[in-house]
């Protein structure tokens, strides 16, 4: 070995590298944030804006304001007390600086100061600072305005005193580092879901949002005010706005004699789905734990001794299961927690034990007070279980049909499936295409390698408005899952999916882009949603995005996925005769060649990934799309068709 490669694989003490202070946050940021698209983008506001909730919480702050600058900043303004600027003894600096500049300082962790707090993994606004190239804070306290500039974590100067204020609080302008961050484009309805949200977690606390990217027809911005006297009774209705009632009353639980405050809103519709959503400290758990786990427990104890102290199930002759009490409930349950603890495979999964107890005994005590105290609530609520209880009965037949036809249990495959070779899922992917002649041009033109085509028959079934059995009574949504090689149902959960054996690790909507094939694809998001959530959350679903224009002058050919870029070619190319534009109304209109060039080969295609960014928000938006009720899907449409957009 020559001494050249000596010098290369030597390994001692000078190759292991320290990363001080903020370095370790713009080295990984992956580690602090989530990720460094748009999800990780959005979350630097929802640190900075904990804090002002942390300040709001503790009872000193009533006003928050958002604003998105038209460079894509962002500032977040509260009038709460106003970060301390006095000396911190053990740093040596002002107490300001040392919030914004080194990670874990702040209130939030001394007890003394919150109770509770927010921020997912207290991170903070220092862990924003670093990863904004720039960021200014403005503190005003003690009629004084102090102010510190920062580039990448780094102040530029020491804190100092700028002038005289009457008020309190805490200015913070930031903007994203753009060459740590692959998007930089703040989305306004993201931001507005997580405001609401905030809203309804901390009643007559005003929230508000500004966008100065984009201007009425008055001239004024894009703005919103959240705002809510009742907070989780409020926005349980939200949610369940567009759903039929099954009883007019909302059930409201809130205690905190048992040492971790505890508040539940619930509401029982006419559906057929269960809707649960979580917060502990204002953090969505959006794989729950030990709080959700207590609800559970405490909704099924408490309902079914009801029923049967008051002999209303003797006559029933299936045996009543725990998501039977469940089916048509809508529910938010808040905790707060002093020292939780998170698990899970995003951290979002509560793990503090003690609280499946409190839970548990909030729900039984409050929930026993109302069955008792609205005999014909309860006699209306323990009908609909049974008949919840009659349907599974029923669904038991249809599901195990599709366990049966499981490639994995011997029963085989869809006959319309084409399959790939290849055996590792990793590396597979599923095309759900529109009809049989788009699936037959994408079968031609796949890579059969690693490719599998499933064209579907139609508009699948609407699942928001189907009995569960219904669903699998279905043979196009049985095609899915038996194409996708996963199993339902577990012993606490007869409607839960099991996805260890999952074929393929990109499932890919593919339909036309025209009216009816939007549809067509909502109806499988809402599927998606509703019967295989896990799918989204685990990132596996995405939706294919064909050209919408083949553009020619001459020799010269481009494909065009949006008007925009039709509009770049005329203007380019317009001047010397005739521009042919093409106008792709359905997949079949491409031979198999052009499919594989503009929407399958992953060389050159553009995916579009789904993400649920806010579970509740996403929950509304379904059940008003997919529902009976005509007049919010129209005002919806219309107030969303100048936003709505294909990025190519």
Request: net charge negative; aromatic share 8%.
């Amino acid at each position: 070995m020559s001494e050249t490669n000596k010098s290369k694989t030597n390994y001692g003490a000078s190759s292991i590298q320290v990363l001080e202070g903020l370095e370790a946050v713009r080295k990984r940021p992956a580690m602090y944030i989530g990720d460094i698209g748009t999800k990780g983008l959005h979350h630097l506001v929802y640190e900075v804006v904990d804090n002002s909730i942390d300040e709001a919480m503790a009872g000193y702050c009533k006003n928050i304001d958002v604003i998105i600058n038209e460079d894509n900043s962002i500032v977040v303004e509260d009038n709460g007390r106003g970060i301390p600027v006095d000396m911190h003894k053990k740093e040596g600096k002002s107490a300001l600086e040392v919030v914004m500049t080194v990670l874990h300082a702040g209130g939030k962790f001394d007890k003394g100061s919150y109770k509770v707090s927010g921020g997912l993994h207290g991170v903070g606004v220092s862990c924003v600072n670093a990863l904004s190239s720039y960021m200014r804070v403005e503190v005003s306290r003690n009629g004084k305005l102090y102010m510190q500039e920062y580039s990448c974590g780094i102040p530029k100067e020491a804190v100092k005193e700028i002038g005289t204020s009457n008020k309190t609080g805490t200015k913070v302008t930031f903007l994203p580092d753009a060459s740590i961050f692959i998007e930089t484009v703040y989305i306004y309805d993201i931001l507005a879901a997580r405001l609401r949200e905030l809203a309804y977690l901390n009643p007559s606390i005003y929230l508000s949002i500004t966008d100065k990217r984009n201007k009425n027809e008055d001239g004024s911005y894009r703005s919103n005010t959240f705002y809510s006297e009742l907070g989780l009774e409020e926005f349980v209705l939200f949610i369940d706005s567009s759903r039929e009632k099954l009883i007019e009353d909302v059930i409201h639980i809130s205690t905190d004699k048992f040492g971790t405050p505890v508040e539940i809103a619930m509401i029982y519709n006419t559906g057929y789905n269960e809707n649960l959503y979580s917060y502990v400290n204002n953090i969505n758990t959006i794989e729950g734990g030990t709080h959700i786990a207590g609800f559970r427990r405490g909704l099924t104890r408490t309902l079914k001794k009801y029923a049967e102290d008051n002999k209303m199930l003797d006559k029933v002759k299936v045996e009543i299961s725990g998501d039977d009490f469940r089916e048509g409930l809508t529910a938010v349950i808040s905790v707060k927690v002093a020292e939780p603890q998170f698990e899970g495979q995003t951290k979002t999964k509560l793990g503090n034990s003690e609280v499946m107890g409190f839970v548990d005994q909030a729900v039984g005590e409050a929930l026993g007070n109302y069955l008792e105290e609205h005999p014909k609530e309860a006699k209306i609520i323990v009908e609909k279980v049974i008949l919840a209880a009659t349907a599974r009965h029923a669904a038991r037949h249809a599901r195990e049909l599709v366990q049966r036809k499981s490639p994995l249990s011997g029963g085989g495959l869809p006959g319309k499936l084409a399959d790939c070779s290849e055996k590792d899922p990793a590396k597979c992917e599923l095309f759900l295409v529109e009809g049989d002649s788009a699936g037959g041009t994408a079968k031609q033109g796949r890579s059969r390698l690693f490719q599998a085509i499933l064209p579907l028959r139609g508009k699948i079934l609407n699942v928001e408005k189907a009995l569960h059995h219904k669903v699998l009574e279905s043979e196009e949504i049985r095609n899915i899952y038996t194409a996708l090689g996963v199993s339902i149902g577990t012993e606490e959960d007869s409607k839960a999916l099991n996805m260890e054996k999952l074929r393929y690790h990109k499932v890919i909507i593919m339909t036309d882009a025209d009216v009816d094939g939007s549809h067509i694809a909502t109806l499988i998001l809402t599927f998606f949603f509703r019967h295989m959530k896990p799918l989204i959350e685990q990132g596996h679903v995405y939706i294919a995005t064909p050209p919408l224009y083949l553009c020619k002058k001459g020799k010269i050919e481009q494909y065009c996925w949006n008007e925009k870029e039709r509009m770049q070619f005329i203007e380019q190319y317009g001047s010397d005769g005739n521009i042919h534009v093409q106008r792709y109304k359905g997949l079949g209109e491409m031979n198999e060649a052009q499919l594989w060039d503009t929407t399958m080969n992953p060389e050159t295609r553009t995916l579009r990934q789904i993400t649920i960014e806010n579970g509740a928000e996403a929950d509304r938006i379904f059940s008003m799309l997919m529902g009976d009720d005509v007049e919010p899907r129209r005002n919806f449409i219309e107030a969303n068709a100048t936003y709505a957009k294909i990025d190519a």
